[in-house]
């Protein structure tokens, strides 16, 4: 037996065994099962497919994810509102906006495992009308990237300068930009909030979205974290004054808090996502 063999062995054994000593131990939330797999109910109103590897669906998940950008999307999006989720993995905040009786969410995931449960998960909820999934990825120019692919939360574009992603699953992907992707036939006619988490390529993002951010001023939650920018040779700051240019103004998302913008230096290091707004549409926190 090779030694990958052994490894998924080893890790379904240790996966079996965390659940019969959860249910032993009383700790196992209510869940489902049905012919797709087992779901776990959140507490707004819809479910999530569990793989049994991401840690934001294992089996003791907390029914809500990242308490305080959950509680801002739940403000912040109105109902008949555009929401673009950028990154959206298997789609918690974008059914979670959908909750707020949005027009349309777009929700995109370029990888293509993350992305079938994604739509898995739209259809479960029966949220069809509401949330459409794309499959690309959003940077800068048109063409193909090549992703680390997981089964977690952490597909990201590889890095161009090395990183720990050897040895990794590769896949490449669409690249395409969210000026053109909102030009396509039957795009929305406006933008009111863009959630963007893309492992460091948020700045190559912007620069494709220019044009969108220019015309629409969206309210923004985006994570913005220097040691993953610095990868692709961006630093933090540039994500600020790009934004800053276009007229924005920022909140730092804490652990228990939304607090107005302070010393951007000071606030890189207590918090990793951020509120970028206009007075088109100002945030409610």
């Not at 669906?57 to 989720?85: K, Q, R, S």
């Not at 090549?146 to 089964?151: A, E, G, K, N, P």
């Not at 990183?163 to 030009?183: C, F, I, P, R, W």
Request: glycine share 10%.
């Amino acid at each position: 037996m090779g030694w990958k063999k052994r490894l998924v062995r080893g890790y379904r054994k240790f996966v079996l065994g965390r659940f019969v000593r959860t249910v032993a131990a009383g700790g196992l939330r209510p869940f489902l099962v049905d012919g797709e797999g087992v779901w776990f109910p959140t507490k707004h109103g819809f479910s999530v497919l569990c793989n049994f590897q991401d840690r934001i669906l294992e089996l003791d998940v907390n029914p809500v994810w990242e308490a305080m950008e959950t509680a801002f999307v739940l403000a912040n999006v109105h109902p008949g509102d555009v929401f673009i989720d950028v990154g959206a993995n298997i789609g918690y905040f974008s059914m979670l906006a959908a909750q707020r009786q949005p027009s349309l969410v777009l929700a995109v995931e370029p990888v293509g495992r993350t992305f079938n449960v994604l739509s898995c998960n739209v259809r479960h909820n029966g949220l069809d009308a509401v949330i459409h999934p794309v499959n690309v990825a959003l940077g800068s120019r048109a063409s193909t990237v090549r992703l680390v692919s997981t089964r977690g939360p952490k597909n990201h574009v590889e890095y161009a300068v090395g990183g720990n992603d050897q040895g990794a699953e590769k896949v490449d992907a669409k690249l395409t930009t969210l000026d053109s992707l909102l030009k396509e036939p039957g795009s929305p006619a406006k933008v009111d909030f863009i959630k963007v988490d893309i492992e460091g390529y948020e700045y190559e993002f912007l620069q494709g979205a220019r044009e969108t951010i220019g015309r629409f001023k969206p309210m923004m939650l985006m994570e913005v974290e220097q040691h993953r920018l610095e990868k692709f040779g961006v630093r933090a700051s540039d994500v600020f004054e790009f934004l800053a240019k276009l007229g924005y103004r920022y909140l730092c998302v804490r652990d228990d808090a939304v607090v107005p913008a302070g010393v951007l230096e000071e606030d890189l290091t207590r918090g990793r996502d951020f509120v970028f707004y206009t007075a088109a549409h100002k945030p409610v926190y």
